[in-house]
């Protein structure tokens, strides 16, 4: 009785439907019975409901209108249908409304025990799917709380602002939206900024931080430090531009003060020594500020750059600042490259991750600019910081959030032909390694990672006398079967989301075969995405390897038997032979996550 769900149960037969609550009771915290459609519909409309188990044939309303108006007011809502075995004439019309599942009558009790607890676990992980998804939303918002934020398409046109964009602007959304970024910009702005920028973000698609004067609707202006991101398709393509600034006017204007004060030679030296003063004080509590010479040793920090790096002065005076580096700034050469561009008399922008006393990760937007002495000579560098590990911490929270759905989704879609969560774990395992032997960038074989756990996601459809049936298929059982790669692209082919794009074409070309002979479009050779190539070695490679409830699991040398009968026919050979010649490596995965 751990599990806090309601269900609701149907039937006319009163003494079956008195039989089977009794039993239901010690499954569900919940159970709500009625004796017809109609007088169900009343119960599901007047309770939140989980879950709905229903007879089919029925007086006033049948158990398949019932499934119908309760799909059409809540698609999520799982249905499980009742059917004896003389009702199978009702399976097409229970598929197209993707009914959840089916018991058939006389109920096996060990059969049905494992169906209701098969189905708390369904719910279990739906409930917990919801909550993963929630709480991206929260991390969403919290983003667009905190920062200034715009989005704009592959043409440079505005789709998106937040409130503190119109805050700082003085433009309203319905002013902003569809106009150009050009409607803030400040004829001080020069022109080879914004043209360095589109360089960097659409040529290169790259990310490009700067910070750029804008002008506001009242002809004011106001200055932020911006970062503009690219946002790629899985071709590569620009889908979107998201720009996240902060504003740093009153420390701009300060800077601008304090040069006008210091050419005001009207001003006495004590006069500007107090405004100095003062400047530098409001830099010290907006920026982390450190000096090095041209050796790199740390000549000077102030209190700003002790708090968030934890040491104190005199740990930090006469140290070189490479050991505040990650060692992957090292590993990189980043700062040999650093060093090397300031001594050309170059500044050098740079978002460093630095490892406190505390041995915790921070990351530190950086300006570095080459000091001269009077001769020209490079002296010291100056280093400007801001602490952003709050905005980078929370940008990988909402990035390990969206992992953790897809892998949840992936694990919803397995959990119907009951197998275990490390059957999507060692795919993806698989796949990753795949495709990195195969040649691609770590990039994508990161993304097909995390999307190929998504591959049979088309299987939540299937009804469960077909998914899980221990003998073999018929013909038509077989080519309902086939269903769940069109239904896994179908859910999954309308986001933009690198992730879910990249799902969806494993979803759909999984079990196209090299020669041809696949499905569900008969894709041949190189026409059939790597991603759906590789996913399909992997799927195979464990499906064989693992026990299901049509067969026992295979030894590895009649799997490698297989792979070489099937190379160039089932399966693309070059794929083939970087499984053969790396068997142990696959293997090491399948003793690591064995069920």
């Not at 309770?47 to 809540?74: A, H, Q, W, Y």
């Not at 200055?223 to 740093?248: H, M, Q, Y």
């Amino acid at each position: 009785m751990d599990n806090d769900f309601t269900i609701l149960y149907v039937e006319d037969d009163k003494n079956a439907r008195n039989e089977l609550k009794e039993l239901l009771e010690d499954y569900f915290t919940h159970v709500l019975v009625a004796s017809n459609g109609e007088e169900a519909l009343e119960l599901y409309k007047n309770n939140k409901v989980d879950i709905v188990l229903t007879d089919i044939l029925m007086p006033k309303m049948d158990g398949i209108e019932l499934s119908r108006r309760i799909k059409k007011d809540s698609p999520n809502t799982p249905v499980v249908v009742i059917t004896a075995h003389s009702e199978h004439h009702y399976l097409i019309e229970c598929i197209k409304l993707r009914v959840d599942g089916y018991i058939l009558k006389p109920f096996d009790l060990m059969e049905l025990d494992r169906e209701l607890k098969f189905r708390i676990e369904d719910l279990k992980l739906r409930y917990e799917l919801r909550s993963q998804t929630q709480l991206l939303e929260e991390y969403r918002d919290m983003v667009d709380e905190s920062t200034i934020l715009s989005k704009a398409d592959p043409k440079g046109i505005i789709t998106y602002v937040n409130k503190k964009f119109c805050d700082i602007s003085g433009f309203t959304k319905d002013e902003l939206i569809g106009k150009n970024h050009n409607i803030v910009r400040h004829p001080d702005m020069p022109k080879d900024i914004f043209a360095s920028m589109w360089h960097t973000i659409k040529d290169m698609k790259k990310t490009w931080h700067g910070k750029v004067k804008n002008r506001k609707k009242d002809g004011s202006h106001y200055w932020v430090d911006a970062a503009v991101k690219p946002i790629l398709d899985t071709n590569g393509e620009i889908v979107e531009f998201i720009a996240l600034r902060s504003d740093i006017t009153e420390l701009e204007n300060y800077k601008l003060l304090l040069k006008d004060q210091l050419d005001d030679t009207s001003k006495s030296l004590n006069e500007n020594i107090n405004y100095i003063k003062q400047y530098e004080d409001a830099i010290n509590n907006t920026l982390a500020v450190l000096k090095t010479d041209t050796n790199n040793n740390i000549i000077y920090v102030n209190d700003y750059y002790c708090k968030i790096s934890k040491y104190g002065r005199a740990e930090l005076l006469g140290t070189d600042c490479e050991k505040q580096r990650d060692e992957k700034h090292i590993l990189l050469k980043d700062c040999d490259r650093v060093k090397e561009s300031l001594s050309k008399g170059e500044h050098v922008k740079i978002v460093f991750t630095n490892v406190s006393k505390e041995a915790s990760p921070y990351f530190v937007d950086t300006t570095i600019y080459p000091i001269s002495d009077v001769d020209g000579r490079i002296v010291e560098h100056l280093h400007l910081m801001h602490d952003i590990t709050e905005l980078k911490t929370i940008h990988q929270e909402i990035e390990n959030t969206q992992k953790e759905i897809v892998y949840k989704m992936g694990e919803i879609g397995e959990s119907r032909s009951r197998e275990t969560g490390n059957h999507v774990k060692r795919v993806a395992e698989y796949s990753k390694l795949l495709a990195l032997l195969s040649g691609l960038s770590p990039e994508d074989a990161e993304i097909l990672f995390t999307a190929s756990p998504m591959h049979d996601i088309g299987k939540v459809a299937i009804p469960d006398n077909i998914l899980n049936k221990p003998g073999k298929l018929t013909f038509e059982e077989f080519e309902v079967m086939k269903n769940h790669a069109q239904i896994g692209y179908e859910v999954l082919k309308g986001s933009n989301r690198t992730v879910l794009k990249a799902a969806a074409i494993v979803a759909h070309e999984h079990h196209e075969k090299w020669d041809g002979s696949g499905y569900p479009r008969g894709l041949k050779g190189d026409d059939i995405h790597i991603f759906g190539r590789i996913t399909a070695v992997a799927d195979v490679f464990d499906a064989l390897g693992h026990d299901r409830v049509y067969k026992k699991a295979w030894e590895l040398e009649r799997i490698y038997k297989l792979f070489q009968d099937e190379r160039g026919k089932h399966f693309d050979p070059s794929l083939i032979d970087l499984v053969l010649n790396n068997k142990e490596k696959f293997e090491q995965i399948k003793d690591r996550y064995n069920d």
